[in-house]
Protein backbone atom coordinates (compact mmCIF):
# COMPACT_ATOMS: atom_id res chain seq x y z
CA UNK A 1 0.00 0.00 0.00
CA UNK A 2 1.00 3.82 -1.09
CA UNK A 3 0.84 5.12 2.51
CA UNK A 4 1.60 8.53 1.78
CA UNK A 5 -1.10 7.81 -1.23
CA UNK A 6 -3.39 6.72 1.72
CA UNK A 7 -2.51 10.38 4.45
CA UNK A 8 -3.54 12.55 1.31
CA UNK A 9 -6.92 10.60 0.90
CA UNK A 10 -7.45 10.52 4.57
CA UNK A 11 -6.54 14.20 5.50
CA UNK A 12 -8.02 15.88 1.97
CA UNK A 13 -11.09 14.27 2.12
CA UNK A 14 -11.89 14.55 6.15
CA UNK A 15 -10.44 18.36 6.17
CA UNK A 16 -13.41 19.13 3.81
CA UNK A 17 -15.95 16.80 5.47
CA UNK A 18 -15.29 17.99 9.21
CA UNK A 19 -16.44 21.80 8.07
CA UNK A 20 -19.45 20.11 6.88
CA UNK A 21 -20.51 18.14 9.95
CA UNK A 22 -19.43 21.78 11.83
CA UNK A 23 -22.39 23.28 9.66
CA UNK A 24 -24.13 24.46 12.59
CA UNK A 25 -21.09 26.40 14.05
CA UNK A 26 -21.26 28.50 10.32
CA UNK A 27 -24.74 28.88 10.91
CA UNK A 28 -24.18 29.99 14.22
CA UNK A 29 -21.09 32.69 13.41
CA UNK A 30 -23.15 34.31 10.25
CA UNK A 31 -26.49 34.06 11.24
CA UNK A 32 -27.61 32.67 8.65
CA UNK A 33 -30.71 30.11 6.81
CA UNK A 34 -31.22 26.75 5.63
CA UNK A 35 -30.59 28.28 1.84
CA UNK A 36 -27.67 29.52 2.73
CA UNK A 37 -26.04 26.21 4.67
CA UNK A 38 -27.32 23.88 1.15
CA UNK A 39 -25.71 26.96 -0.83
CA UNK A 40 -22.64 26.87 0.86
CA UNK A 41 -21.88 23.21 0.79
CA UNK A 42 -23.00 22.77 -3.11
CA UNK A 43 -20.60 25.63 -4.08
CA UNK A 44 -17.63 23.49 -2.23
CA UNK A 45 -18.81 20.32 -3.94
CA UNK A 46 -20.06 21.83 -7.42
CA UNK A 47 -16.83 23.38 -7.89
CA UNK A 48 -15.04 20.05 -6.90
CA UNK A 49 -17.13 18.63 -9.62
CA UNK A 50 -16.45 21.05 -12.08
CA UNK A 51 -12.52 20.80 -10.96
CA UNK A 52 -12.77 16.96 -11.78
CA UNK A 53 -14.18 17.23 -14.53
CA UNK A 54 -11.09 19.03 -15.83
CA UNK A 55 -9.31 16.39 -14.65
CA UNK A 56 -11.38 14.16 -16.61
CA UNK A 57 -11.00 15.86 -20.01
CA UNK A 58 -7.01 16.61 -19.10
CA UNK A 59 -5.83 13.98 -16.94
CA UNK A 60 -2.19 14.57 -18.64
CA UNK A 61 -1.67 18.15 -16.88
CA UNK A 62 -1.72 16.70 -13.79
CA UNK A 63 1.57 16.64 -12.69
CA UNK A 64 3.78 17.12 -9.15
CA UNK A 65 3.51 20.87 -9.48
CA UNK A 66 -0.45 21.31 -10.23
CA UNK A 67 -1.15 19.32 -7.04
CA UNK A 68 1.29 20.90 -4.76
CA UNK A 69 -0.11 24.29 -5.65
CA UNK A 70 -3.72 22.95 -5.54
CA UNK A 71 -2.60 21.76 -1.69
CA UNK A 72 -1.07 24.83 -1.27
CA UNK A 73 -4.39 26.64 -2.20
CA UNK A 74 -6.56 24.37 -0.17
CA UNK A 75 -4.48 25.10 2.90
CA UNK A 76 -4.74 29.46 1.88
CA UNK A 77 -8.78 28.52 1.30
CA UNK A 78 -9.01 27.05 4.75
CA UNK A 79 -6.92 30.04 6.45
CA UNK A 80 -9.27 32.41 4.27
CA UNK A 81 -12.54 30.03 5.98
CA UNK A 82 -10.85 31.14 9.67
CA UNK A 83 -10.73 35.22 8.71
CA UNK A 84 -13.40 36.24 6.37
CA UNK A 85 -16.02 38.18 7.63
CA UNK A 86 -19.21 37.92 5.29
CA UNK A 87 -21.26 34.71 4.26
CA UNK A 88 -20.39 35.77 0.23
CA UNK A 89 -16.49 36.33 1.46
CA UNK A 90 -16.99 32.11 3.01
CA UNK A 91 -18.39 31.16 -0.06
CA UNK A 92 -15.56 32.37 -2.63
CA UNK A 93 -12.93 30.79 0.17
CA UNK A 94 -15.36 27.24 0.41
CA UNK A 95 -15.74 27.56 -3.66
CA UNK A 96 -11.63 27.32 -3.80
CA UNK A 97 -10.92 24.72 -1.17
CA UNK A 98 -13.48 22.16 -3.22
CA UNK A 99 -12.15 22.93 -6.59
CA UNK A 100 -8.53 22.42 -4.70
CA UNK A 101 -9.61 19.67 -3.00
CA UNK A 102 -11.25 18.43 -6.16
CA UNK A 103 -8.09 18.11 -8.61
CA UNK A 104 -5.96 16.07 -5.58
CA UNK A 105 -8.90 13.45 -4.95
CA UNK A 106 -9.63 12.86 -8.43
CA UNK A 107 -5.76 12.20 -9.15
CA UNK A 108 -5.33 10.01 -5.85
CA UNK A 109 -8.63 7.66 -6.65
CA UNK A 110 -7.05 7.26 -10.05
CA UNK A 111 -3.89 6.24 -8.25
CA UNK A 112 -5.67 3.75 -6.23
CA UNK A 113 -7.28 2.20 -9.19
CA UNK A 114 -4.05 1.11 -10.03
CA UNK A 115 -3.48 -0.43 -6.92
CA UNK A 116 -3.41 -4.26 -6.87
CA UNK A 117 -6.65 -4.57 -4.78
CA UNK A 118 -8.25 -1.20 -5.07
CA UNK A 119 -11.24 -1.92 -2.29
CA UNK A 120 -8.56 -3.42 0.34
CA UNK A 121 -6.33 0.15 -0.40
CA UNK A 122 -9.72 2.44 -0.23
CA UNK A 123 -10.80 0.83 3.19
CA UNK A 124 -7.58 1.00 4.59
CA UNK A 125 -7.62 5.08 3.36
CA UNK A 126 -11.26 5.35 5.10
CA UNK A 127 -10.44 4.40 8.38
CA UNK A 128 -7.54 6.41 8.50
CA UNK A 129 -9.85 9.32 7.38
CA UNK A 130 -12.14 8.11 10.38
CA UNK A 131 -9.53 8.25 12.47
CA UNK A 132 -8.70 11.61 11.79
CA UNK A 133 -12.54 12.74 11.73
CA UNK A 134 -12.53 11.36 15.60
CA UNK A 135 -9.12 13.32 15.97
CA UNK A 136 -10.69 17.09 14.42
CA UNK A 137 -14.65 16.41 16.72
CA UNK A 138 -12.00 15.30 20.05
CA UNK A 139 -9.39 18.58 19.24
CA UNK A 140 -11.70 21.23 17.94
CA UNK A 141 -14.39 21.75 21.06
CA UNK A 142 -11.65 22.36 23.38
CA UNK A 143 -9.57 24.59 21.36
CA UNK A 144 -13.12 26.55 20.23
CA UNK A 145 -13.08 28.04 23.83
CA UNK A 146 -10.13 29.74 23.42
CA UNK A 147 -9.28 30.12 19.72
CA UNK A 148 -12.02 31.58 17.14
CA UNK A 149 -12.07 29.36 14.17
CA UNK A 150 -10.90 26.64 15.73
CA UNK A 151 -11.80 24.10 12.94
CA UNK A 152 -10.19 26.29 10.41
CA UNK A 153 -6.70 25.73 12.52
CA UNK A 154 -6.90 22.25 13.12
CA UNK A 155 -8.14 21.62 9.74
CA UNK A 156 -4.79 23.81 8.44
CA UNK A 157 -2.37 21.15 10.38
CA UNK A 158 -3.71 17.93 8.68
CA UNK A 159 -3.57 19.95 5.25
CA UNK A 160 0.23 20.75 6.07
CA UNK A 161 0.53 16.78 6.91
CA UNK A 162 -1.17 16.49 2.85
CA UNK A 163 1.48 18.80 1.79
CA UNK A 164 4.38 16.71 3.19
CA UNK A 165 2.59 13.30 1.87
CA UNK A 166 2.62 15.16 -1.66
CA UNK A 167 6.43 16.12 -1.48
CA UNK A 168 6.84 12.65 -1.28
CA UNK A 169 4.50 10.50 -2.93
CA UNK A 170 5.65 9.08 -6.44
CA UNK A 171 3.70 11.27 -8.97
CA UNK A 172 2.71 10.50 -12.56
CA UNK A 173 1.12 12.53 -14.89
CA UNK A 174 -2.22 10.63 -15.77
CA UNK A 175 -2.86 9.25 -19.41
CA UNK A 176 -5.50 10.41 -20.87
CA UNK A 177 -8.66 8.16 -21.59
CA UNK A 178 -8.64 5.44 -23.77
CA UNK A 179 -11.24 5.06 -26.39
CA UNK A 180 -10.96 1.44 -27.10
CA UNK A 181 -9.43 -0.12 -24.35
CA UNK A 182 -11.72 -2.02 -22.34
CA UNK A 183 -13.22 -5.21 -20.79
CA UNK A 184 -15.65 -5.29 -23.23
CA UNK A 185 -16.76 -3.25 -25.57
CA UNK A 186 -18.34 0.27 -24.11
CA UNK A 187 -22.19 -0.09 -23.29
CA UNK A 188 -23.66 3.22 -22.59
CA UNK A 189 -26.75 1.49 -20.62
CA UNK A 190 -24.50 0.33 -17.83
CA UNK A 191 -22.68 3.45 -17.52
CA UNK A 192 -25.98 5.62 -16.84
CA UNK A 193 -26.57 2.71 -14.25
CA UNK A 194 -23.69 3.16 -12.70
CA UNK A 195 -23.95 7.64 -12.92
CA UNK A 196 -27.12 7.66 -11.50
CA UNK A 197 -26.41 4.97 -8.56
CA UNK A 198 -23.36 7.45 -7.72
CA UNK A 199 -25.37 10.59 -7.72
CA UNK A 200 -27.85 9.23 -6.04
CA UNK A 201 -25.99 7.65 -2.95
CA UNK A 202 -24.05 10.94 -2.59
CA UNK A 203 -26.88 12.90 -2.79
CA UNK A 204 -28.25 11.55 0.38
CA UNK A 205 -24.85 12.00 2.00
CA UNK A 206 -24.78 15.55 0.59
CA UNK A 207 -28.38 16.05 2.42
CA UNK A 208 -27.33 14.36 5.53
CA UNK A 209 -24.13 15.91 6.14
CA UNK A 210 -25.06 19.74 5.76
CA UNK A 211 -28.16 18.98 7.99
CA UNK A 212 -27.98 16.61 10.52
CA UNK A 213 -26.02 18.76 12.86
CA UNK A 214 -28.23 21.64 12.53
CA UNK A 215 -31.32 19.44 12.98
CA UNK A 216 -29.77 17.96 16.79
CA UNK A 217 -29.56 21.68 17.50
CA UNK A 218 -32.86 23.29 16.52
CA UNK A 219 -34.53 19.80 18.32
CA UNK A 220 -32.64 20.79 21.99
CA UNK A 221 -29.98 18.22 21.46
CA UNK A 222 -26.79 19.81 23.36
CA UNK A 223 -24.17 20.83 21.10
CA UNK A 224 -21.54 18.79 23.00
CA UNK A 225 -24.04 15.98 22.58
CA UNK A 226 -24.10 16.45 19.39
CA UNK A 227 -20.11 16.70 18.90
CA UNK A 228 -19.71 13.19 21.16
CA UNK A 229 -22.74 11.62 18.89
CA UNK A 230 -20.48 12.68 15.17
CA UNK A 231 -17.31 11.94 16.72
CA UNK A 232 -18.94 8.31 17.75
CA UNK A 233 -20.21 8.23 14.21
CA UNK A 234 -17.19 9.54 12.49
CA UNK A 235 -15.57 6.58 14.89
CA UNK A 236 -17.80 4.27 13.12
CA UNK A 237 -16.01 4.20 9.92
CA UNK A 238 -12.89 3.03 11.58
CA UNK A 239 -14.69 -0.73 11.65
CA UNK A 240 -16.12 -0.20 8.65
CA UNK A 241 -13.39 0.73 6.66
CA UNK A 242 -11.93 -2.24 8.12
CA UNK A 243 -15.09 -4.51 7.46
CA UNK A 244 -14.61 -3.13 3.65
CA UNK A 245 -11.00 -3.94 3.39
CA UNK A 246 -11.31 -7.25 4.81
CA UNK A 247 -14.19 -8.18 2.79
CA UNK A 248 -12.29 -6.65 -0.62
CA UNK A 249 -13.61 -8.14 -3.79
CA UNK A 250 -14.75 -11.31 -2.20
CA UNK A 251 -18.41 -10.99 -2.26
CA UNK A 252 -18.71 -8.59 -5.38
CA UNK A 253 -20.26 -4.85 -5.44
CA UNK A 254 -24.45 -5.09 -4.96
CA UNK A 255 -24.07 -6.97 -1.60
CA UNK A 256 -22.51 -5.00 0.51
CA UNK A 257 -23.51 -1.69 -1.19
CA UNK A 258 -27.24 -3.07 -0.07
CA UNK A 259 -25.75 -3.72 3.07
CA UNK A 260 -24.92 -0.44 3.66
CA UNK A 261 -27.68 1.12 2.07
CA UNK A 262 -30.19 -1.01 4.42
CA UNK A 263 -27.74 0.58 7.73
CA UNK A 264 -28.77 3.91 6.34
CA UNK A 265 -32.41 3.72 5.65
CA UNK A 266 -32.82 2.21 8.96
CA UNK A 267 -31.39 5.53 10.50
CA UNK A 268 -33.61 7.53 8.19
CA UNK A 269 -36.63 5.21 9.47
CA UNK A 270 -35.62 5.87 12.75
CA UNK A 271 -35.25 9.61 12.31
CA UNK A 272 -38.79 9.30 10.75
CA UNK A 273 -40.66 7.54 12.91
CA UNK A 274 -38.97 9.05 17.04
CA UNK A 275 -38.92 12.07 18.46
CA UNK A 276 -35.06 13.61 18.07
CA UNK A 277 -33.62 13.12 21.49
CA UNK A 278 -30.00 12.30 22.53
CA UNK A 279 -30.26 8.47 22.14
CA UNK A 280 -31.99 9.16 19.07
CA UNK A 281 -29.45 11.32 17.51
CA UNK A 282 -26.80 8.80 18.14
CA UNK A 283 -28.38 5.62 16.75
CA UNK A 284 -29.20 7.66 13.51
CA UNK A 285 -25.41 9.41 13.30
CA UNK A 286 -24.18 6.01 13.99
CA UNK A 287 -26.08 3.78 11.70
CA UNK A 288 -25.62 6.32 8.68
CA UNK A 289 -22.14 6.58 9.27
CA UNK A 290 -21.49 3.07 9.33
CA UNK A 291 -23.20 2.21 6.06
CA UNK A 292 -21.80 5.26 4.34
CA UNK A 293 -18.57 4.31 4.87
CA UNK A 294 -19.10 0.71 3.84
CA UNK A 295 -20.34 1.83 0.60
CA UNK A 296 -17.52 3.52 0.01
CA UNK A 297 -14.97 1.22 -1.27
CA UNK A 298 -17.53 -0.88 -3.32
CA UNK A 299 -17.91 2.37 -4.91
CA UNK A 300 -14.62 2.12 -6.16
CA UNK A 301 -14.82 -1.61 -7.21
CA UNK A 302 -17.49 -0.72 -9.28
CA UNK A 303 -16.07 1.93 -11.15
CA UNK A 304 -12.52 0.07 -11.81
CA UNK A 305 -15.10 -3.25 -12.68
CA UNK A 306 -16.49 -0.93 -15.26
CA UNK A 307 -13.50 0.88 -16.34
CA UNK A 308 -13.99 1.38 -20.29
CA UNK A 309 -10.27 2.65 -20.77
CA UNK A 310 -10.93 4.71 -17.44
CA UNK A 311 -14.10 6.35 -18.21
CA UNK A 312 -15.75 5.30 -14.96
CA UNK A 313 -12.87 5.60 -12.75
CA UNK A 314 -11.81 9.28 -14.04
CA UNK A 315 -15.27 10.57 -13.73
CA UNK A 316 -16.03 9.04 -9.87
CA UNK A 317 -15.14 12.11 -8.59
CA UNK A 318 -16.61 14.41 -10.52
CA UNK A 319 -20.28 11.89 -10.02
CA UNK A 320 -19.40 12.05 -6.16
CA UNK A 321 -19.17 16.11 -5.74
CA UNK A 322 -21.95 16.37 -8.16
CA UNK A 323 -23.94 14.04 -6.14
CA UNK A 324 -23.03 16.14 -3.18
CA UNK A 325 -24.40 19.51 -4.73
CA UNK A 326 -27.41 18.03 -5.70
CA UNK A 327 -28.11 16.86 -2.10
CA UNK A 328 -27.35 19.93 -0.33
CA UNK A 329 -29.05 22.43 -2.72
CA UNK A 330 -32.44 20.29 -3.01
CA UNK A 331 -32.59 19.60 0.68
CA UNK A 332 -32.25 23.23 1.88
CA UNK A 333 -34.67 24.20 -0.65
CA UNK A 334 -37.15 22.13 1.35
CA UNK A 335 -35.56 22.34 4.77
CA UNK A 336 -36.01 26.42 4.49
CA UNK A 337 -39.95 25.67 3.74
CA UNK A 338 -40.79 22.58 5.02
CA UNK A 339 -38.24 22.20 8.23
CA UNK A 340 -34.85 20.00 8.23
CA UNK A 341 -36.37 17.06 9.43
CA UNK A 342 -38.82 17.18 6.38
CA UNK A 343 -35.94 17.54 3.90
CA UNK A 344 -34.02 14.77 5.16
CA UNK A 345 -36.46 12.39 5.63
CA UNK A 346 -37.97 13.39 2.23
CA UNK A 347 -34.34 13.25 0.23
CA UNK A 348 -32.10 11.29 2.02
CA UNK A 349 -34.80 7.98 1.46
CA UNK A 350 -35.96 8.73 -2.20
CA UNK A 351 -31.84 8.61 -2.97
CA UNK A 352 -30.80 5.87 -1.24
CA UNK A 353 -33.59 3.57 -2.83
CA UNK A 354 -32.76 5.16 -6.40
CA UNK A 355 -28.74 4.06 -5.75
CA UNK A 356 -30.21 0.73 -4.53
CA UNK A 357 -32.38 0.38 -8.34
CA UNK A 358 -29.33 1.76 -10.30
CA UNK A 359 -27.06 -0.54 -8.86
CA UNK A 360 -29.18 -3.78 -8.86
CA UNK A 361 -29.82 -2.81 -12.53
CA UNK A 362 -25.98 -2.43 -12.78
CA UNK A 363 -25.44 -5.39 -11.78
CA UNK A 364 -27.45 -7.72 -14.10
CA UNK A 365 -25.90 -5.81 -17.16
CA UNK A 366 -22.50 -6.52 -16.16
CA UNK A 367 -22.54 -9.78 -13.74
CA UNK A 368 -20.18 -10.89 -16.43
CA UNK A 369 -17.78 -8.50 -16.34
CA UNK A 370 -17.84 -8.16 -12.92
CA UNK A 371 -17.20 -11.99 -12.56
CA UNK A 372 -14.20 -11.31 -15.08
CA UNK A 373 -12.86 -8.21 -13.18
CA UNK A 374 -12.76 -10.20 -9.58
CA UNK A 375 -11.11 -13.35 -11.14
CA UNK A 376 -8.16 -11.30 -12.59
Known amino acids: MNW ?38 SAETGMAALISLFVFLKPSMVGRSLLLLSGAMLFAGNAACALVQTPEQLLIARAVMGGSAGLICSWAYREVLNCDDSAHAQGNALMLQSFCLVVSFAVVPHLAERIDSALYWVNGGWFLIMLVALFRVQVSALQPVSSTTSLTSFSPLPALFFFVGVVALYASHGAFDTFIAELGSQSGVALTDIGYAMMAACAMGIPAGAMASAI ?42 FGWVLALPFIVLAADALND ?17 TGAIISGVLAADAGINTALVGVVPIALLTSVAAFTLLNRKVAVRVEIYLDR
Open 248 to 289: GARLGVLRPILLAVISMLAAMVVLALADMQVVIFWVVALAYN
Open 4 to 41: PLTIIIATCVQSVLVIQLFIEDTARRFSIDEDWLGLLA
Open 309 to 325: GGRMASGLLMMQALGMA
